[in-house]
């Protein structure tokens, strides 16, 4: 069962965002009703390289889905699927999105 976290700046309308991660992610790995986990993580502060302080920064989520090793045609696919919902929902929400960032974490072997 992948967990997904999606990270970004607070917004009302997070409920939809990780609803559309989860369904994305689960459509992707051909997975059914409750198989996707997705939570979203606000981010506080933010700040860029050479500034002097913390700064409102462009919208830059971190989508971050935790899983077995799926092989990497699913693991692509299903950041692929997970980038496409940020990016609908920004784009419905009418926020100015610099990029997402995804990554596929599998547990340590032991």
Do not use: Y
């Not at 933010?46 to 693991?75: C, L, Q, T, Y």
């Amino acid at each position: 069962m992948p967990v997904v976290t999606v990270t970004a700046a607070p917004h009302p309308g997070v409920d939809r965002l990780v609803l559309s991660v989860a369904e994305a992610v689960a459509e992707a790995l051909s997975l059914g009703t409750g198989d996707v986990i997705a939570t979203f993580v606000p981010s506080g502060a933010s700040a860029v390289s050479g500034a002097d302080a913390a700064a409102s920064v462009s919208f830059w989520p971190i989508v971050s889905i935790h899983g077995s090793n799926r092989g990497r045609e699913k693991m692509d696919a299903a950041r692929t699927a997970a980038e496409s919902a940020v990016r609908a929902w920004t784009d419905e929400n009418r926020i100015d999105c610099e990029g997402v960032w995804t990554q596929w974490l599998t547990p340590l072997p032991e």
